[in-house]
């Protein structure tokens, strides 16, 4: 499984930017995705899951009203919308998936992650 991350950038505080994730090696539409994020010095943590119909979604509360997370599987790609960006959502930004069909989206972003993808990096300035 290959996961490639795109869309990072510099922004300013209260601006927006939008993440994609394009998923190859296995039937994408089969499974949970996620976003993660890891500031410096900090452990990653999640930011939000999406099912793999994307009818269900999970997002930690510190983005909840601010990010979408949706996915084209058509397309292979996951995608996280960011939108009044604050300095702290600085980080290095990673999507992710199990290896399970079965993981749910809870599942995904408290234990379930079994690939990484390479991360982008979002700088938001005050």
């Known amino acids: 499984v290959q996961l490639q991350a795109s869309g990072g950038g510099l922004v300013q505080a209260g601006g927006s930017l939008k993440l994609s994730c394009l998923a190859s090696?296995?039937?994408?539409?089969?499974?949970?995705m996620g976003w993660f994020r890891q500031a410096p010095g900090k452990e990653r943590e999640f930011v939000a899951t999406?099912?793999?119909?994307?009818?269900?979604?999970y997002y930690v509360d510190s983005v909840k009203g601010r990010f979408t997370i949706s996915r084209d599987n058509a397309k292979n790609t996951v995608y996280l919308q960011m939108n009044n960006l604050k300095p702290e959502d600085t980080a290095v930004y990673y999507c992710a998936t199990g290896r399970s069909p079965r993981t749910s989206v809870v599942e995904l972003a408290h234990s379930g992650v079994d690939y990484w993808g390479k991360g982008t990096q979002v700088t938001v300035s005050s």
């Open positions: 090696g296995r039937t994408f539409s089969s499974y949970v």
């Open positions: 999406i099912s793999w119909g994307g009818g269900s979604t």
